[in-house]
């Protein structure tokens, strides 16, 4: 890449903002500040630096409805909201799904809002992690907050994910190359583990890289677990693995003062989902029995695990939670979003803060092209090529302050750096709203 | 440790290559999932641009297995699965080697070939796909092109979305535009 010069014409700094990417929500950013725009970010990865310095050629301004040729037209906020809220009320099985790009505030009134309407809220745990929270529950969660880790472990394995691709600092801010007070060589300290089929950006800089094959992963830890109860493997290669390399690793890991297992989608999102999971909880529990080991979900948005809390705490239950019997109801592959849409079952699709046009199968998106689409997004994307009512909201972390959760679990208050557009709304207004006038509309009909 | 050894990355597509016989149709398991590049532009909101298809409706393949299909970097491709098929351009993969599979980052592209069979556990099957690759010579749509041409919310009965002109890679504000 090309040296750019960096910025120099700023009005102000607003120091240690929290950013608003991915779950690691490195709490250090500097944004600078000219004329109530963002003029640069210090310390922000190529990912956060790209979402805080954003393409404001596709930010929605405007609340827009579609009209009778299928093209959206600019409206005022009333007559918008007035629509969104005509259609939830008059919804039999809506659904509202989305949150983890927004703040708790925003997700208190959408809550109050589901219990009022009998709606099913979830979150994007539904298409990531929620394999990852179903296998919480089934065998137990071995978890640690970053600090541990930066402080203590000299073992990481990274699993299924990617994360110089997909959270750029966890590396280098929480995991590998910082200096914590029990390793203080920082890198040197420390042993670098990648098992993935492929060789990622990830494996590139481990010290040990174990490609298993595809859809192997469970094979794989279900061989470790027997090494270390004392069995003897009878294949020679497992899921491409030869044996005597698996005795090796599986002899370093027991010898590991403190180590960390992190895993992503690359295990939730193939075939055994929940199970593959499952079996790599139940290692790090084995390998407890011979030193310290932990581990964690690489959890994608930054209040992705918020939403789970939240519901957690208020309801019971973490993600996929059906009102429609007014009381709150959890069961997977059936309360849960995109098997609403297989089965064809959602009448009306509130998105907020998500975008199911980029990241839902095709399959489950055909079924948003037959029923109506209300959008609370800061960007034109693929969603708003389908949403009937869009919203404009604004920017938690830059143009909104709110509270999120870190992929560990750590709340964080995220500060606000600039005014929102004048024509924008906070989620949180904009859910409030429409709560508001769903409940008018319910006691004028009483 | 056997495993310890890291291979070396061919950069080139390598048409002449003596291992590689020429074929039409290749039958390969498609992988989606996040990528720094497709990350990027996505967050930033620069979902409609020309930019958005070259870093999502992209599939990274095994510079060997093009020089099979005969393709070069950034020709058009098509990719078909149970589920759907949709037109990507081919690249090298930098993870390469990885023969006998693909790998297009997670976006409006990817989404047409994946399955949504969640085997009633709320997450669909985003990887692991069994696909097939050949070359094409149809253009790569851009995203709101795709979103049209894919899933047909407004488009009237009758209407072609081949004969259609494009959306364009910048948002359509009818009131500001008429003005």
Redesign the interface.
Known sequence: MAYEEPVKDYDKIVENCTCA?CGSNCDDLDILVKDNHVAGVRHAC??GA??I???E????L?PMV?DEN?????VDWDTALDKAAELIAGSIRPVFYGWSETSIEAMKPGLELTELVGAVIDNQA???H??TV?AVQNVGYPLMTLGEVKNRADMLVYTGS?P???H?RHLSRYTTYPKGFFRRRGRFDRTLVTWD?????T??LS?????FE??GDYGFCNAIRAVLKGKELKQDVISG??K??IY??TEKMKNTKFGALFFG??L????S??RNIDIAIQLVQDLNKYTKWVLLPMR?HFNVNGFNIFMSYEMGFP??VDFSRGYPRYM???T????L??RRECDVFMVIAA?P??????????H??NIPVIQID?????S???ADVVLPGTFIGVETAGTSYRMDSVPLYMKKAIDPPETCREDEWIVNELLQRVKNIKEASK | MTYIEKPSISNVVKFDDPDVTQVKKLKVMLNTGTDIYQGACKKRGSTLKDEYRKVAGVCYMDPKDMARLGVGNWESILVKSDWGEVVCYAAHSRDAPHEGMIFIPKGPWANVVVSPETYCCSDPTYKGIKATVEKSDKEVLLMADLMRDVYKKYVKEGEETEELPSLGESPVYKKIRSQ
């Open positions: 990417f190529r990912l790209s979402k310095m954003e393409d050629d596709q930010r929605l405007v579609r299928g093209e959206l037209v600019e539904t298409i990531c929620g394999p179903q990617n110089m691709n997909a750029p089929p492929k060789f990622s950006d494996a590139k010290d040990i890289w174990v490609p595809e859809n693995i030869p005597e390399d090796e690793l989608l690359g939730t999102h193939t075939l989902k929940q994608g993600y996929g997977i592959g059936e849960t979003t995109i098997d849409l297989n975008d046009g980029a990241h839902f199968p095709g399959g489950a998106l055909a948003l092209a800061i960007h034109w994307g693929p708003t090529e389908m």
